[in-house]
């Protein structure tokens, strides 16, 4: 089957750790992004990638980390210079050009 | 930076009753999208808006892009309980350019 995944859908980090989300994808899609969602709230852009091995920051970049060394993958570092991390963290990907957003399920993450 | 906003944020609804969303970018966009988020879920695509008026309609819902392509709307007909959840449209300033979400609208429907 064709999708998005992210993993792990729950995590527990200590204040101060470094913490890296996974997200991979099989759909052959150029571009992928992640955003951050707390409760209530929309969704904010921390990074995007539009191509292999290049990534922009988005709104909200500061703390966070990122690399795209393959088509198919996204992962996200959540580093201990991000003052407030706990939030829902989705990760997207999509063709390029006009076309929709594929979503994976979330990763939760509370410091603990 | 480009910027999308959304009103309203909140909405509660007796079932049967209409509902409304509206989306407002900063600048001209090349194509707009909306997306329902069930509670707990995470965002699933509805429909995408490319031309300047266009309208599309998927059974009880109405989708519009306003003539200069910088507003957009929302419409459900006769809400039911299924309808409830956070609804978010999002946009291109060009394609394939970033894509930006609107902060959304929850919706409650009380049966």
């Known amino acids: 089957d064709g999708g998005i995944t992210q993993s792990p859908k729950y995590l527990f980090r200590k204040e101060g750790q470094n913490v890296t989300l996974s997200c991979e994808q099989n759909l052959n899609h150029d571009a992928m992004y992640w955003y951050r969602q707390d409760p209530g709230q929309g969704l904010r852009l921390i990074y995007y990638?539009?191509?292999?091995?290049?990534?922009q920051k988005g709104d909200i970049a500061e703390g966070y980390s990122v690399s795209r060394e393959k088509k198919e993958s996204f992962p996200l570092t959540v580093t201990s210079a991000q003052k407030n991390p706990t939030a829902f963290y989705l990760c997207?990907?999509?063709?390029?050009?006009?076309?929709?957003?594929?979503f994976g399920q979330g990763t939760r993450l509370t410091v603990v | 930076g480009q910027q999308v906003m959304q009103i309203p944020q909140y909405q509660h609804v007796q079932e049967g009753e209409d509902f409304t969303t509206y989306c407002n970018s900063s600048t001209t966009l090349s194509n707009i999208q909306w997306y329902k988020q069930r509670p707990g879920g995470h965002p699933v695509f509805l429909i995408q808006l490319v031309k300047s008026g266009e309208v599309k309609k998927q059974k009880r819902l109405t989708f519009q892009f306003g003539e200069a392509k910088k507003n957009s709307s929302l419409h459900i007909t006769a809400t039911q309980t299924t309808d409830v959840g956070t609804y978010f449209c999002?946009?291109?300033?060009?394609?394939?350019?970033?894509?930006?979400f609107g902060e959304g609208t929850q919706l409650t429907v009380n049966p």
């Open positions: 999002a946009g291109e300033e060009t394609s394939g350019s970033r894509l930006t």
């Open positions: 997207a990907s999509l063709m390029g050009g006009i076309s929709e957003a594929f």
């Open positions: 990638s539009q191509i292999v091995n290049d990534f």
